[in-house]
């Protein structure tokens, strides 16, 4: 069991920026492809970012790409998310998810945190 807990969402101005970060207190947060994931109301969950275990490959959803930097840093067993430009249509809340295989869909991640709310205003 990888227990996940995201931070840093919250209230921003559009063009504005937000880190977020994900813990998971586990020693094999290494072992573990990370993803970060978001579902707006009414809408399906959508894959943001992915990072594999050594952090050597990251895809990006295209709606995202060139604003938003995922990262890991596995001394720390801790994920990021840096939001730069950030858009109204960016608003979701965000969860972070960890599985064993590197992919972009959310069946393949076997656990995964509550969740952290953005919200964007124009």
């Known amino acids: 069991q990888v227990q996940l807990e995201e931070s840093g969402g919250g209230l921003v101005q559009a063009g504005g920026s937000l880190r977020l970060s994900c813990a998971a207190p586990e020693r094999t947060f290494s072992s573990y492809a990370m993803g970060w994931f978001r579902q707006a109301p009414g809408k399906e969950r959508q894959f943001v970012a992915i990072?594999?275990?050594?952090?050597?490959?990251?895809y990006y959803a295209d709606s995202v790409k060139g604003r938003f930097t995922i990262s890991r840093d596995n001394a720390k067993n801790t994920l990021y998310l840096q939001m730069n430009s950030l858009k109204p249509e960016d608003t979701a809340v965000y969860s972070c998810a960890a599985g064993r295989s590197l992919s972009t869909h959310s069946s393949e991640y076997n656990y995964w945190g509550h969740g952290t709310q953005v919200t964007v205003s124009s």
């Open positions: 990072i594999s275990w050594f952090g050597g490959h990251t």
